[in-house]
């Protein structure tokens, strides 16, 4: 194990430096070279203390040779931390209960049922890692479970309220942004890392970069094609940015530009429910499926690794409901 450690932590500071691709063929040639050497701490080393922080480190480092993004690397450091702070025991020593009543504690701080299930994950993640790297026989997380959620239709808008919404887009970027948003299905971290050269005219594609670091192919039907053009044919910036900022100097839009372009277009429109980016997801999602596109084809559209995530958006609500039975039961 010591050997593994050694390699990992070089590696924990070598990939500042490489790229992914490069700091995965610099470990295949560590592991390599070391396969015929025992390795043995120096005796004046200082012995770290053989908790949380420490196997912290090397899980981290672990998940960011795979390609995390830094933002999940972030979330997983701050998550596993905290449960470090409060779970002052040995790895080896933690059991089941000693999870169960720091889950609780941390319930109780009035966070939501999906917040708790993303702490739940991550020591999943976590401890299931120690397994697989024999720092602890069996993983405690195996007997935890996900907390139930209420099941929530993901609210979408009307075909009323979006022609009412495109009619409301008085700026050529405004209405760009829209068919964009609208046909892709991204999400806003997506849109927001695009540039100009991303788009495939010729195909109607965008090659966009998900969660993970996973890239898929997203479409853009006519009118997002023709307003996208529209918009970039009035620029006169150098930015490469996609969508930019409406004044000098022209920056690329943050994500808080974006959330309120959207909501106070959603204002305008008198639109009741809450506008923004991920809300035109959930209604390309639900359009795609009430039109009869398939859920392994939506699932593609949206980047969901997880079929049952693409699912909910299959569910019918309740004026489908009603269309149906006086259909078929008339």
Not at 227 to 251: C, G, I, Q
């Amino acid at each position: 194990m010591l050997k593994e450690d050694v390699i990992i932590r070089i590696m924990g500071k070598a990939v500042e430096f490489l790229a992914h691709e490069d700091a995965v063929q610099v470990r295949n040639i560590l592991e390599e070279e070391l396969y015929n050497y025992d390795l043995q701490p120096a005796e004046n080393a200082i012995v770290p203390y053989e908790g949380i922080p420490e196997k912290l480190v090397l899980f981290i480092t672990t998940k960011k040779l795979e390609g995390l993004s830094s933002k999940t690397l972030k979330s997983y450091s701050l998550h596993l931390t905290r449960f470090s702070k409060n779970v002052q025991k040995r790895i080896e020593d933690i059991d089941v209960m000693d999870i169960r009543r720091y889950l609780a504690q941390y319930s109780q701080t009035g966070i939501k049922k999906s917040t708790l299930n993303t702490e739940i994950s991550i020591l999943r993640s976590f401890f299931n890692w120690l397994e697989a790297e024999d720092y602890i026989l069996k993983s405690p997380m195996r007997k935890v479970k996900p907390a139930k959620k209420a099941k929530r239709v993901r609210k979408a808008l009307s075909q009323e309220e979006m022609e009412i919404l495109r009619m409301t887009c008085k700026t050529k970027r405004d209405k760009a942004m829209m068919e964009f948003f609208y046909s892709t299905g991204c999400r806003l971290d997506e849109v927001y890392k695009l540039n100009k050269q991303d788009i495939d005219w010729n195909k109607g594609t965008v090659n966009v970069i998900g969660k993970g670091d996973k890239e898929r192919t997203v479409f853009l039907n006519a009118r997002a094609k023709v307003h996208l053009w529209s918009y970039l044919e009035t620029r006169a910036d150098k930015n490469e940015a996609l969508f930019v900022s409406a004044k000098k100097p022209f920056n690329r839009l943050g994500h808080r530009g974006y959330q309120k372009i959207f909501n106070e277009l959603g204002k305008m429109a008198g639109i009741t429910k809450s506008v923004h980016p991920h809300l035109l997801r959930h209604t390309t999602a639900t359009t795609a499926v009430n039109n009869g596109a398939s859920i392994q084809a939506v699932q593609k559209i949206l980047g969901h690794t997880d079929p049952a995530t693409t699912q909910i958006y299959a569910d019918l609500n309740n004026e489908e409901v009603q269309l149906n039975h006086k259909k078929f039961i008339a």
